[in-house]
C-alpha cells in the first residue's frame, strides 16, 4: 500500500472538525441528566413521569442494538424479545437474595442456584448469556437474507420463551411462575442511616445511566472500522467483500453485540417490572421495539432514543384520559384546548420542516391538506369551547389505542424515513446553528454593519470550511499515488 505524501498528510491534520455540535451534544445529556436527578428528589416517586422514564430509557437502548443490526448492518432480526427474555432471566436469576430462594422456588424446593451476585455483574452476565446463545443461534441464522433472517429469528425467541416455561428447568428458571423479590430499579436509594428515612432517590437516574453507558458503548462502535465495515455491508455486500470485508464475520459480531446489549435491556425491564414471567415477552414486544425503530429513523441512534421516550410517554402516559368517559366542564375545557392546539401547532411545525426543501408541487399539496386538517379541528375544539359542558361518551376502554394507532399512522405517511431520518442529534443542532447564523447575517445586513458584531457572531456559529490548500493537497496526493 502506498505511503502517503508528506503534503497529503499535512492536508488531512489541517481537515477542520466541527466541535461546536458535539459541545452542545454533550451539555444537553449533562442537562438531561441534572433534570432527571433533581425531578426524583422533587416530584413524587409515584408519578406517572418516572415509569416512563424507566421504560422509556429500557426500551431506548433495546431499540439502539436493533437498530446496531437493522439498521446499520442491513440484517432484518426479529428476536430481541428472545434475547431480552435470556438476559432478564439471567438477571433475576443470579440477584434473588438467598433468604427469598424458598420463596420464590417453592414448586421447585428453593431452586438449584446458591449464590447471588451484585447487580452490575448480573447485569454483565445478562449481555454474556444473550450473547452466547446468539453465536450458536447465529451460525445457521446468518447464512439466511432478508425475511427468512426475521422468520428465523421469530420462531428463535418463540422456542426460548417455551423452554423457559418448561418444568424440567423450574429448579434454573422457576417454569411458569414468576421471578421476583430481586433488586429492581426502585432499590436504588440513600437511606439515613439512623431513621432508615428515603434522602435521596436514584432510580430513574440508574436506568439513565445503565442505558447510557451502553448507547455510548454502541455510538463509539458505530463510528470505529467496525461500524464503517458494518455500514459497508449494509449498502452492498458484493462490492464490501470486495473491499476484503470479512461478511460471515462481522455480520456475527453485529448480530452478538445486538444481542449482548438487548439482554441487557431485557434485565433493565425486569428491574423495571419487579418480577418477571417468561410469557411477557412475546412476539408484541418485538413488535413495539421495531416500530420504534421505523419511527426514529432506521440508522439513527438519536431517532430511536427519542421515538423510544414518545412511545411510552403516548402508550403509558400522555393518552390514558382516553380510556375513561369524562364531561369536559368550563374549567377543564380550557385546559384540553390549550394542550389540543399546542399539539396541532407541534405537528405543524415538524410538517413545515420535513418539507421545506420538497418539490414546489408537492409543497404546495402537503401545506394546503395540513391548512385543512389544522382549520377543522381548530374550529372543532373551538366550536366546544363556547359550549356549557360537553359529553364524550367515545372515550371508553381501549381508545386511546386506537387514537395512538392513528398518531402512528400520520408519523409514518409524513415522514417516510422516520423521525430523525439518519441524522443524529449533532446533526440537528449543526442545521439550527446554520439557520441561526443565516439569521444574524441578515440582521447584520439590515442594521448596514455586514462586518460588525452579529456577523462575526453568525460566523463564529458556522460549520468551519477546509481551506482550498486542503482539497489542492488531496488532489496532487491522489495523482502521485496513481
Known sequence: MNKKTPLLQEAVKRQPVDRLPLIITALIIVAVYLVVFILEQTVDPTHMMFTVLKKGATYALVAVSMNLLNGFTGLFSLGQAGFMLIGAYTYCIFTIPMDKREMVYQYFDGGIISGTVPVVIALIFAGIAAAFFAFFIGLPVLRLKSDYLAIATLGFAEIIRAIMQWNVLGPITNGSNLLSFYPSFSSFKYRDPVTNKVLLNFSSLTAFAIAGVCIAIIVLLVHSTYGRAFKAIRDDEVSAEAMGINLAKHKMQSFIISSAFAGVGGAMLAMFANSIAAKSFNVSMTYEILLIVVIGGIGSITGSIVSAFLFVACSEWWLRFLDTPMTLTPASKLQFVGGFLVVVALFSLLVFLRHRKSAPKKKKRMYTMLAVVDVLLVGWVLYFQFMGGLQMPFLRFGFRLVVFS????????????????????????????????????WVAKKLGKPQGFWAKFAGMLEAPKAPAPVIAAQEKGGEHRG
Do not use: C, K
Not at 399512522?409 to 449533532?426: A, D, K, N
Open 406 to 441: 392513528v398518531v402512528i399512522m400520520i408519523v409514518v405517511l409524513f415522514f417516510s424515513q422516520g423521525l430523525m431520518g439518519t441524522r443524529e442529534l449533532p446533526d440537528v443542532i449543526r442545521g439550527l446553528l446554520n439557520l441561526l447564523a443565516r439569521f444574524l447575517y
